[in-house]
């Protein structure tokens, strides 16, 4: 069983379109981490939160924690084809890292 | 600042032989992670060491791989007698503690022929 779920697990969408990227579960976590993976790489942190409800942005990156800390978001405004790459959330119960499924993402110039 | 560094990035191993895959974590880490890949997937937790002690090993297969973080130097997987279902990304990352982000290396990618 898969303790974090993300989804959708594919997306392709066009250069200056918006989307968001969910990543689900039923667990609790102390804290939740994003990270971005590009091919023949290793995944790359862009940001952690920890905080029920809170809001980070990181350029046109917009993370948001649920507020039972069981669940994250991922909102990309106006996509760039450098945003390509595999989309990782991870989260921390405390005891143990776990890694969401993964989101691949292509923006398409 | 160094980051996590690993090696070799690239290892091919015929059926049988043993593969060594090698992480430095970052300069004041002392806890390490290995995460095993495989092509469009997510990463799957092997083992979690801190220095001299295996904290959590459930995520590593019981047979033919372990994994050490020796007091100087690098932690060590060791996979011995490949098979072709071992060929995959092999990622390491750092903290300084638990609950701590993770820093991961660029990874060694193992072929098994």
């Known amino acids: 069983t898969q303790l974090l779920e993300q989804s959708p697990q594919f997306l392709s969408i066009q250069e200056g379109e918006n989307l968001t990227v969910y990543c689900n579960s039923s667990s609790v976590f102390s804290s939740l981490q994003w990270y971005r993976q590009e091919p023949g790489e290793g995944p790359v942190l862009l940001v952690t939160?920890?905080?029920?409800?809170e809001v980070k942005k990181l350029k046109r990156l917009t993370f948001q924690f649920g507020d039972a800390r069981k669940d994250s978001s991922l909102h990309i405004t106006a996509a760039q084809p450098g945003d390509t790459g595999l989309y990782l959330c991870?989260?921390?119960?405390?005891?143990?890292?776990?890694f969401g499924t993964g989101t691949s993402l292509t923006v398409i110039p | 600042n160094a980051g996590v560094m690993q090696n070799p990035r690239h290892l091919v191993r015929r059926r049988g032989q043993e593969a060594r895959l090698r992480c430095s974590p970052m300069k004041g880490h002392s806890h390490v992670y290995w995460y095993r890949q495989l092509p469009e997937e997510g990463l799957k937790f092997m083992v979690y060491l801190q220095k001299e002690n295996i904290i959590d090993e459930s995520g590593m297969p019981k047979e033919r791989f372990s994994a050490e973080f020796p007091k100087e130097g690098p932690s060590i997987l060791r996979i011995q007698q490949v098979v072709r279902g071992d060929s995959a990304a092999y990622f390491c990352?750092?903290?300084?503690?638990?609950?701590?982000?993770?820093?991961f290396g660029p990874g060694t990618r193992l072929t098994v022929t």
């Open positions: 991870a989260g921390d119960t405390g005891n143990q890292f776990y």
């Open positions: 939160v920890v905080t029920g409800g």
């Open positions: 990352a750092s903290s300084p503690g638990l609950q701590y982000e993770q820093y």
